[in-house]
């Protein structure tokens, strides 16, 4: 299931099914990558819209591209597990693109989130204008961040189906995880190969 482009948006596609252990792409370790900033990026386990920035030399943007509330069952097989509710719980999938001041997009992010385990954070995970990262950090909320998987699969944006690279992380509050997340990126700014 796909959901419509927003007006003025660019061409993006957005899968409520969270792209985990789909084996139809390889997963690779970020040891593997030719690129030192492509293996910095997936290994990092801090903000990645701060790397980011600083690959940019600018300030990004955050571009809410789609945002709805689902039964976790409708977000694909596992993610109940790794968020640890039940298959009827009710998540938060949202998609969103980092993008540089013109609008390029440098990476696209599909993410499934806990709204039950902390009310006094979920503007955090709704906002519409500031990084997710970010936002938890300004909130004051300790979190940690679990790498799960790296790999290459196509960008798929735009008609453009070169490799891209991507990572797969849960996002902690306290001992409970929070947030799934996967993060393509843009294959002209971080070398997939």
């Not at 969270?18 to 386990?45: D, H, K, Q």
């Not at 799960?148 to 996002?171: H, I, M, N, S």
């Amino acid at each position: 299931m796909s959901l419509p482009t927003p007006s003025g948006v660019f061409p993006l596609a957005f899968p409520v099914v969270f792209p985990l252990g789909r084996r139809t792409w390889p997963l690779v370790r970020p040891g593997e990558f030719a690129s030192p900033i492509t293996r910095m990026l997936l290994s990092s386990e801090g903000q990645t819209t701060t790397l980011l920035e600083s690959l940019a030399g600018e300030s990004l943007q955050l571009r809410c591209l789609a945002q709805l509330r689902v039964p976790t069952r409708q977000t694909g097989e596992g993610v109940a597990v790794l968020l640890g509710v039940e298959e009827d719980a009710g998540v938060l999938v949202r998609h969103t693109a980092t993008t540089r001041q013109g609008g390029e997009p440098l990476s696209v992010n599909h993410v499934v989130a806990r709204l039950d385990l902390a009310p006094a954070i979920e503007h955090c995970l709704t906002s519409t204008s500031v990084p997710l990262g970010r936002a938890l950090t300004e909130a004051g909320t300790g979190h940690r961040r679990t790498l799960l998987e790296t790999g290459r699969r196509p960008w798929g944006q735009g008609g453009d189906e070169r490799a891209a690279c991507f990572k797969t992380y849960l996002v902690w509050h306290g001992d409970e995880p929070l947030v799934l997340i996967n993060e393509l990126f843009h294959p002209s700014y971080v070398p997939a190969a």
